[in-house]
């Protein structure tokens, strides 16, 4: 008999993990390894990455678990708002003066800076909403946030777009993994708030790539990491939970006081059979939009255009964005060392698309758009990797604010954690993976209150 049970070994139940890690736990993983859509490899100096890239800093939940386990992080240096449009590169300089510095129509200008004012105004009034407010929790604010403009899509709110207007809009959008017309509109203008206002969010890298935490987590953990083990079925018990997996192609169960699941809607709907109805209904509701990343390994010797770009938004590409991974070496090296790493995302829409090239397919279109952007780049290319996320994150959809107080609320001996129960990204992740954790130990310690021990719960269950 386990104390807890985590299905996931994403950052959310990684994150579980380690706070129970004093507990008789174990941690069932379907892959072949820890992290989910956090992926990174070590190459010298560099990290090649696939997934997550920044995170939280100051006073977060991100922090507090990278400092408890010992791992760091930096502030992501250079610039974080270049872009590549029409055929010019903008790698310095304010985005307001954007508008008068891209090739395009003056129509196409004057509706940039109509739409832009417009968003402007609307970031003004999330930033208003967005904070934790004295005395308040955190489940109240995420709520509020995602009552904000939660009645219509992106697309109602800002209405129809020049074609160049709305091909500058969707980077930032679609970071989402939802396009223009998926996305709620209090979505779509907190993601223009998260990158106008970088410092104020994710603003930190960390150091030797995101797998890092995953990987020195689950390393302490030990062999309470089991790959391979994909949950099939969890059902209570009258205090118990048993946690059906299939592992190496062996049907196995586990039996424990309660159960973190952690993982994405779609698979938490499909195995906690017996959760509350509503509760699994709303499971059900959550929509994921998918995308596609690669990473590409170069080994130039001479300064870069990139090299003080931390991101580079390429509208009307096969991606949406490029990010040089290697900034952060730049960004504290004193003499430039040979190579760099830069990652390539691709969301909604644009994944919809390369998903259905293979691999090979792939890798030919972004070289053939990133040597566009950035002649010659193919040349320098000695490694180059795609990852798939068919799955890939969870967005706000108009009417999603309803199914946040059915998601939330506790009940029985199994505890929902995942990035799809806010809006924060990992820090939603890690902040539910924690939480969660939080409420088993308080569970534990009602069962050792009661008398209900480990010993003694079969007897307790009438087995």
């Not at 929790?137 to 709520?143: F, K």
Request: charged share 25%.
């Amino acid at each position: 008999m386990k104390d807890v049970v985590i299905v996931g070994g994403g950052i959310a139940g990684l994150a579980a993990s380690w706070r129970l890690r004093h507990w008789d736990t174990v941690l069932l993983e379907s892959g072949d390894r820890v992290g989910g859509r956090i992926r990174s490899e070590r190459r010298g100096p560099y990290f090649m990455n696939w997934g997550g890239h920044v995170y939280a800093g100051g006073n977060s939940r991100t922090s507090w678990l990278l400092n408890d386990t010992g791992v760091d992080s930096v502030a992501v240096p250079g610039s974080l708002s270049g872009l590549a449009v029409n055929g010019k590169l903008l790698v310095k300089g304010r985005i307001e003066s954007y508008p008068f510095r891209i090739p395009m129509s003056w129509s196409s200008r004057m509706g940039l800076m109509k739409t832009g004012a417009k968003v402007g105004l609307a970031v003004a009034k999330y930033a208003k909403i967005v904070g934790l407010r004295d005395g308040e929790d955190e489940a109240s604010r995420q709520q509020r946030v995602y009552n904000f403009m939660n009645d219509r899509s992106f697309t109602d709110y800002v209405g129809e777009l020049p074609e160049d207007v709305e091909a500058l809009f969707k980077p930032t959008i679609t970071r989402s993994s939802a396009d223009l017309d998926e996305i709620s509109a209090g979505a779509g203008v907190g993601y223009f708030s998260l990158v106008w206002n970088i410092g104020a969010g994710l603003s930190q890298s960390i150091v030797g790539g995101p797998s890092t935490l995953t990987e020195s987590i689950a390393a302490a953990l030990s062999d309470r990491v089991q790959l391979n083990s994909a949950v099939e079925e969890i059902v209570h018990k009258k205090n118990s939970v048993v946690v059906r997996y299939r592992q190496a192609g062996i049907e196995r169960e586990v039996e424990a006081r309660c159960v973190v699941l952690a993982t994405p809607a779609t698979v938490s709907h499909r195995v906690a059979v017996d959760l509350d109805a509503d509760i699994r209904d709303a499971l059900s509701q959550v929509k994921y939009g998918p995308y596609v990343s690669a990473a590409f390994l170069t080994n130039e010797t001479e300064r870069q255009v990139w090299d003080d770009s931390y991101a580079i938004a390429t509208p009307k590409r096969s991606f949406n964005v490029m990010l040089n991974m290697s900034n952060v070496v730049r960004g504290y090296e004193r003499e430039r060392q040979p190579g760099s790493s830069i990652m390539t995302f691709s969301p909604a829409s644009l994944a919809r698309q390369l998903l259905e090239l293979d691999d090979d397919g792939i890798r030919e279109t972004y070289l053939r758009d990133l040597d566009q952007i950035l002649p010659g780049f193919s040349d320098k290319v000695v490694e180059a990797e795609i990852q798939r996320w068919p799955t890939g994150a969870p967005y706000c959809f108009p009417g999603r604010a309803k199914l946040q107080p059915t998601l939330t609320r506790r009940g029985g001996r199994v505890f929902l954690a995942g990035d799809y129960l806010g809006t924060l990204y990992t820090e939603t992740a890690i902040g539910t993976g924690l939480a969660a954790a939080q409420d088993a130990q308080s569970l534990l310690a009602t069962d050792r209150q009661r008398g209900i021990s480990a010993a003694e719960l079969p007897m307790a269950v009438g087995r």
